[in-house]
């Protein structure tokens, strides 16, 4: 299938991630939306795979992917339901920018 980013968010033992499902890129990869918006098209325009990046820590800079703060301040961000699941689907758990073309759409 494809592969997905999740980022555990908690300290070992404890549930808890954030899956990226889209991303706008800045520098670097002049491409249509299509590139990364969703999962498996993200990890794959970054070349993001289970076999080089499970249990990477995004938090080092030695890390070849890293999350870093870059200063973006955030205009409105919407709260939906998540999509792409079956299993508590009307669930709250999808936060996005208002507007940002690089978003799934919500279908509900």
């Known amino acids: ?3 997905c980013l999740n ?3 908690e300290r070992e033992g404890r549930a ?3 899956l990226f ?3 706008q890129p800045l520098h670097g990869l002049e491409a249509p939306r299509a590139v990364t918006s969703g999962p498996g098209r993200l990890c794959r325009a970054f070349g993001i795979t289970r076999e080089n990046d499970n ?7 030695e890390s070849n992917l890293q999350i870093q703060d870059d200063g973006f301040k955030p205009g409105e961000i919407l709260v939906t ?10 669930r709250q758990l999808r936060f ?6 690089f978003v799934s759409k919500y279908k509900g």
């Open 16 to 18: 808890g991630c954030v």
């Open 96 to 101: 996005l920018l208002a507007g940002n073309p």
């Open 21 to 23: 499902r889209a991303l």
């Open 81 to 90: 339901p998540r999509i792409g699941i079956s299993k508590e689907a009307t």
């Open 55 to 61: 249990g990477a820590d995004l938090t080092s800079p």
């Open 1 to 3: 299938m494809h592969y």
């Open 7 to 9: 980022v555990s968010c």
